[in-house]
């Protein structure tokens, strides 16, 4: 007897806002990071914007433990009357010795193009590489599917991670996951089914209402 399908889950990957250091600094999971003014006015815009989904379509608000990331789930979840419930695996990559660094220093050592030309096969030193990143994040993303089927479930995260969902829903080779761009805020939309994922949006400031698979 053939098992029933499960209804799908629409995962909102949602970066985290503005820091002060966006852009400059790799913080990776340094404790003490959080949004700027910048950052919390995009928090909430991101809000908005989901809640105008319905809130009663939001099945659950996780977030990784980061602050930054739990600063711009807050908004969220109280717009569309949900907890953040921190989950581990939607944590940033452990950058090891290179967290904190600048990113300007960084651009000039040798194995920066590693990173960005060939990241499947890059390892921090003394960190995670890519590819153990982007197998937490598709079991996160397995384990989301199986809480919350047919609900749609908002994942704060972070652009390296939320890059790594995309280049493997979409059949990408983890090498070309540095093409994708993730900005700040921004709300990637995936659909998860028995099926395989569907990639509805990425790197989305718009209106999402009209996200429905052709």
Known sequence: MASKSRK??????????????????????????????????????????????????????????????????????????????????????DFGRWTGRRL??????????????????????????FAEMQT??????????ARHPGSTVVAVSHADTIKAAVSYASGAHLDMFQRIVVSPCSITAILYSDEGPLVLAVNSTSELKALVPS
């Open 8 to 93: 799908p889950t629409l995962v909102l990957f949602v970066r985290h806002g503005q820091t002060p250091t966006t852009g400059a600094v790799l913080p990776g999971r340094a404790p003490g990071l959080h949004l700027s003014d910048r950052g919390r006015e995009q928090a909430e815009q991101a809000a908005a914007r989901i809640a105008a989904l319905g809130p009663k379509r939001i099945g659950a608000v996780y977030a990784s433990p980061m602050e930054r990331a739990r600063e711009t789930a807050a908004p969220i979840a109280r717009a569309v009357g949900r907890r953040v419930r921190v989950l581990d695996s939607l944590n940033e990559c």
């Open 104 to 129: 300007s220093d960084l651009r000039r050592r040798r194995d920066w193009r590693q990173v960005q030309r060939t990241p499947s096969s890059f390892r921090f030193p003394g960190g995670e590489s």
């Open 136 to 145: 937490r994040m598709t079991e996160a993303v397995q384990s989301l599917s």
